[in-house]
């Protein structure tokens, strides 16, 4: 994974814009909230997983952001308008989702 947000970093950043921010490391309540709600673009690539909440809290603290989650998720299912991806090519949809246009998103977010 450090390589992939490196190399991304290094490929679409500058001295002040940093694309990635990527932490390993245990977030506080309010440090979560804050990011899901300066985030721009939420990325998830779970092969598997029932109903990952925390899409569902990004939604809720976003009206613009693009939300890309894996085809493999049941949130992809429930709400058509996010954009899914297969989470073996994730590549090509971080390079593009500055691209999303907002209308999709705040359509998925109206129907929560």
């Known amino acids: 994974m450090n390589e992939l947000v490196n190399a991304i970093n290094g490929e679409f950043g500058t001295l002040s814009y940093c694309p990635v ?14 990011l899901l709600c300066i985030g721009d673009v939420f990325l998830n690539t779970t092969e598997r997983d029932s109903l990952p909440s925390v899409c569902l809290d990004y939604l809720l603290c976003q009206e613009n952001g693009s939300l890309i989650v894996s085809e493999f998720t049941a949130i992809a299912q429930l709400i058509p ?30 129907r929560l």
């Open 21 to 34: 921010h990527y932490h390993q490391r245990e977030l506080s309540s309010e440090e979560y909230m804050a």
């Open 81 to 110: 308008e996010i954009a899914n991806v297969n989470p073996w090519h994730t590549i090509v949809p971080l390079v593009c989702a500055r691209a999303l246009t907002n209308t999709k998103q705040n359509s998925a977010w109206w």
